[in-house]
């Protein structure tokens, strides 16, 4: 398996955790397991789930024009509760719920209809089935007890139920790669075994065999996956091959009736931005109600963000990962020829803009969308290897952008980047 371009150049995918949880706007899954809800309470939303306002084309227009170039559905999240027509159990949004839908089924449907690439997560651990918890990690100390929902307490190891809870797992993770086909296989749960009890070499081989085109994450025991996955904050450094920030919207991965602790359509823009300016993908998740509908806040967010994309989408879409710290106080990305190298600018400038480090004569600087030219300096420089200051001046506000303004530098040649440099 490797890295598809695609995904490398997609830029911008939707998270979404649609489940029971929604119901009662709980935590998924989670809530449970920390005994906040008993399991039992936590089942009975099965009842409540109904899906009657899910319309996936709606879903995929919406992605769409929010800019987006994949999704990633929660196919089955460490609940257990499987959004497909699962042969395994009957714990299915299908037979389990009044909903009675295959939700798994439309998603795909229609995001292959609309062009977009199709990503399901799926947990690999599942807290309901009633094998789940039968070993322990290796190497658990006796006197841990750990919780009950993941391993059994000493001394009450039984292998034979962990070995059907694999074969349940690989009759899972087989419907949804022979059904679906997915684009991206984001997995998630795999941290309370090892890698020998996962038997990840199992799933690796599996997954190249019927799928070596798809994109895998980073979260398989055992060191593969095709890229990294951190959550809920930029990188200070980013990683060095190609990765995915995963973020939500407010505070909360599924929906919760009281989260409306949202971040502004200026702060996605950054966090989009910074993502890119890395290197990496932004991943960014939304949580529909029950009935399958996504809060209004969220909707006008995702068609915010996408309004500014389309208005930048020369510095987003082709482009690789921007100028070093210190080259420019901001996200940058680099055009594919390295051109081109586009700045982007969350304050409004003191009189200018500033990069340092460029030995590249800048022919031109446009900020993108708005067209105006600014007036370009060059000073210092001069010493071997050193490269000075560009100053880039802005002489009217009314050429900015209101959420983030990005300037377009056209160079004399392909991006020459000059190193530390000092002369005794």
């Not at 890295?3 to 997609?10: G, K, V």
């Amino acid at each position: 398996m490797a890295i598809q371009p695609w995904f490398e150049q997609a830029k911008l995918g939707i998270f979404l955790h649609y489940g029971i949880y929604a119901v009662n706007g709980i935590a998924e899954s989670w809530s449970f397991f920390n005994g906040e809800i008993s399991h039992e309470d936590y089942l009975e939303q099965l009842d409540g789930f109904t899906a009657a306002k899910f319309d996936a084309d709606a879903w995929a227009e919406l992605f769409e024009a929010a800019g987006a170039r994949y999704a990633v559905l929660t196919s089955k999240h460490h609940d257990g509760v499987a959004l497909y027509d699962t042969a395994a159990n009957d714990l299915s949004t299908v037979k389990a719920t009044p909903a009675r839908r295959d939700i798994v089924s439309e998603y795909v449907e229609a995001l292959r209809r609309h062009g977009l690439k199709v990503g399901l997560y799926f947990s690999h651990l599942d807290w309901t089935h009633p094998d789940y918890a039968s070993v322990r990690p290796a190497g658990m100390p006796a006197d841990e007890r750990g919780n009950p929902f993941a391993v059994p307490a000493a001394g009450a190891e039984d292998p034979e139920r962990w070995e059907r809870f694999l074969a349940f797992h690989r009759t899972q993770l087989t419907e949804i790669i022979d059904r679906f086909a997915p684009d991206l296989l984001w997995f998630d749960g795999d941290w309370e075994r090892d890698p020998e009890q996962w038997r990840m070499d199992e799933v690796r081989d599996l997954i190249a065999a019927k799928l070596p085109k798809t994109v895998v994450n980073g979260r398989m025991r055992g060191g593969f996956g095709d890229y990294a996955t951190p959550e809920q904050g930029v990188p200070i450094v980013p990683p060095a091959g190609p990765w995915e920030l995963c973020v939500t919207i407010n505070d909360s991965w599924g929906f919760q009736h009281d989260d409306h602790h949202y971040k502004s359509v200026r702060q996605l823009i950054r966090l989009f931005a910074e993502t890119i300016g890395g290197g990496g993908n932004l991943l960014l998740d939304v949580g529909p109600r029950e009935d399958g509908s996504i809060p209004e806040e969220q909707v006008e967010r995702l068609r915010e963000l996408g309004d500014w994309i389309r208005r930048h989408e020369r510095a987003v879409f082709g482009t690789t990962r921007g100028l070093p710290n210190g080259a420019f106080y901001g996200a940058s990305t680099v055009s594919a020829d390295r051109r081109r190298v586009y700045l982007f600018g969350f304050d409004r400038p003191n009189e200018y803009f500033v990069v340092r480090g460029v030995r590249n004569k800048v022919l031109k600087a446009t900020i993108v969308g708005s067209g105006v030219e600014l007036r370009i300096d060059r000073q210092g420089g001069g010493i071997e290897g050193a490269a000075g200051w560009t100053y880039l001046y802005v002489d009217s506000d009314t050429a900015l952008d209101r959420d983030c303004t990005v300037v377009e530098l056209e160079l004399d040649g392909e991006l020459d980047l000059a190193e530390h440099h000092t002369r005794d």
